[in-house]
């Protein structure tokens, strides 16, 4: 380690010498993008699940040798902001003062964790693989590939449990291991791990180890596919540049976004006509009534920023909890909304920000508390409560609509479109995946091919958006019907609070989640359920509309709140002729895969 940090003090006079060229500092952002969009397509194609190759629930990014975000694929933002805290964990871990410090880190060494309150995971399900990038014996960079696993165990199929308690009844949690050693993958040690929830099923009645090991262990081996094509094109680019020109531009790129940001922040400091050092607050509430309150306190002086979360519930008796890298996430994915500048999501565009969130609060839960929840749910609140206090948006659907189903062998997760909130300037998007998630619904023949399953119906919910200058997107009809017994859950949230308007905007429609029995039966199921089907059986979601933004103009006030979906679609026709850039380019070559 000592010899180490004598090559790293060497290498940072070096890299200090460098200059920033604005025209290379372009070029830079979007060679270590492309990293990670390459990355990402390596993985959906070796990938084997539904759940990676068909729906990308994924993510992949650059950090830098202290584990901070460079640069990333535009995958899932809950995923991105939380992926810095679990290589950073990763980097103390294994260093001088670490665990792992006898261990420490070798070429074609390879590392997996998911534990969200203590290694900066998200929540079990997501599983993180990162790779150190050696060159000249050091760390210089690390890759990390973040995939949601179908199932990992814990006490329903799909590892999305409505009623969880603890978080070992979610599934299997790792806080580090070294997935390949030396260039070896530790099958015989991850199945063990995969498999270790079963040994608490006399604790933790119906607690199972993962239903699908299959599925994982090659999902697993596609995520290290993923890192070493990022290690083979950050060492090409090294080889093309120095590594002393590369991480120079991976400050530069760093510091423009800190600069960035710190300029969105006095603007609007100055526009609300705040003090030098003022404050705006915002708040919402689960569905549990628990509160979610902040306060941004800004300095103008600096351009810097207090995020307070003083006044947020207590942690919950349940699985809404969320660890502080889901909050992180939610406040990076913000604050890039808001700023105007062609910059990509990194660290620096936290450099500015002081996070305060207390202890025990539902943001920062005990280690043993359930979070599967929090990643999925709570992450949308904490969204939809930043873009409020900056007026920038009213909320969206606030809910990723998490639906599982399966049996002993057998485990399916989707997340389910819903309405997005309108703005100053532009009406919310119909049926979309909005903010924190930002995956597909699987293709219907493959969803009815691979699963016991008939698509009945997949619409939009007209009518569900609320009224405004303008107006909230619609959520969407989703009906299922199973052709043999399986166990489903449902975890939602805005079946009790609706999605807020701004400025005058009416709220949108909650969402219901109803399940119709072949016999006749209708049974309201809640916000949060788990029920055994039959063969006949049908499962009706009923996403969230989004709320409207402004006075809704007379004749819309008495149209009773309905969308002008024509509206919204002639807006998307105009948007579409502007759309360029490396995110379109990815999304569109996604879409054609």
């Not at 409020?388 to 998490?402: P, T, V």
């Not at 006075?551 to 105009?574: F, K, L, N, R």
């Amino acid at each position: 380690h000592r010899q180490q940090q004598q090559q790293q003090q060497q290498q940072q006079l070096k890299v200090s010498a460098v200059e920033c060229d604005p025209i290379q500092l372009s070029i830079f952002s979007h060679r270590f993008m492309g990293i990670a969009e390459q990355m990402g397509r390596v993985l959906q194609r070796t990938s084997i699940s539904v759940n990676i190759k068909e729906r990308l629930d994924f993510s992949c990014a650059l950090f830098g040798p202290d584990g901070s975000l460079v640069a990333n694929a535009p995958h899932l933002p809950v995923h991105l902001g939380a992926m810095s805290e679990a290589v950073r964990f990763q980097v103390a871990y294994y260093g001088p003062a670490g665990e792992g410090r006898e261990q420490g880190l070798q070429e074609g060494d390879v590392l997996l964790s998911n534990h969200p309150q203590l290694a900066g995971g998200s929540h079990l399900p997501d599983i993180t693989v990162i790779t150190p990038v050696f060159s000249g014996g050091c760390v210089v960079f690390f890759v990390a590939s973040r995939g949601h696993h179908a199932d990992i165990g814990g006490i329903s199929p799909g590892s999305m449990p409505p009623s969880s308690r603890l978080l070992a009844e979610e599934g299997a949690a790792v806080v580090s291991f070294k997935l390949v050693r030396g260039g070896a993958f530790q099958e015989a040690g991850i199945t063990q791990l995969l498999m270790a929830p079963g040994q608490l099923a006399d604790q933790l009645p119906g607690c199972s180890g993962t239903r699908n090991l299959s599925d994982n262990l090659s999902d697993l081996k596609a995520q290290v596919a993923a890192n070493t094509k990022g290690i083979q094109l950050v060492q090409e680019l090294i080889a093309e540049h120095s590594l002393e020109v590369v991480q120079a531009y991976m400050r530069f790129i760093q510091a423009n976004a800190e600069d960035a940001v710190r300029e969105m922040l006095r603007d609007f400091s100055l526009a609300q006509g705040l003090p030098e050092v003022g404050t705006v607050t915002a708040a919402d509430q689960l569905d549990d009534g628990s509160p979610i309150a902040l306060a941004i306190t800004i300095n103008r002086r600096d351009g810097s920023a207090s995020f307070d979360f003083t006044g947020t519930g207590p942690e919950v008796y349940g699985n809404l909890n969320a660890p502080p890298a889901v909050a992180y996430s939610a406040i990076i994915y913000s604050l890039r909304c808001l700023v105007t500048r062609d910059i990509p999501l990194n660290q620096g565009c936290l450099a500015p920000i002081q996070v305060v969130i207390p202890e025990q609060c539902l943001l920062n839960p005990s280690p043993v508390a359930a979070v599967v929840g929090g990643n999925v749910l709570t992450s949308q609140r904490v969204t939809d409560v930043v873009l409020k206090a900056f007026g920038a948006a009213a909320a969206s659907q606030g809910c990723m609509n998490n639906f599982t189903f399966g049996d002993a062998g057998m485990g399916y997760y989707e997340t389910i479109a819903g309405g997005a909130g309108a703005g100053p300037t532009w009406h919310g998007r119909s049926g979309v995946h909005t903010h924190m998630t930002n995956t597909r619904i699987t293709d219907p023949e493959i969803f009815e091919r691979r699963y016991p399953v008939v698509l009945r119906r997949f619409s939009l919910r007209n009518g569900s958006g609320g009224a405004g200058k303008f107006n909230g997107g619609d959520g969407v009809v989703r009906e299922v019907e199973f052709l043999r017994p399986v166990t489903a859950g449902i975890l939602s949230e805005r079946r009790a609070v609706a999605p807020f308007g701004l400025c005058g905007g009416q709220p949108g429609a909650k969402g219901q989640n109803l399940l119709l029995r072949a016999d006749g039966r209708v049974v309201n199921l809640g916000g949060k359920a788990t029920v055994s089907l039959q063969a006949g059986d049908v499962m009706r979601i009923s996403t969230p509309g989004a709320g409207g933004f402004g006075e809704p103009a007379a004749a819309d006030a008495a149209a009773d709140g309905v969308v002008g979906q024509e509206a919204a679609e002639q807006q998307h026709t105009a948007a579409a002729s502007l759309q360029a850039g490396s995110v379109h380019e990815y999304r569109r070559l996604q879409e054609s895969a």
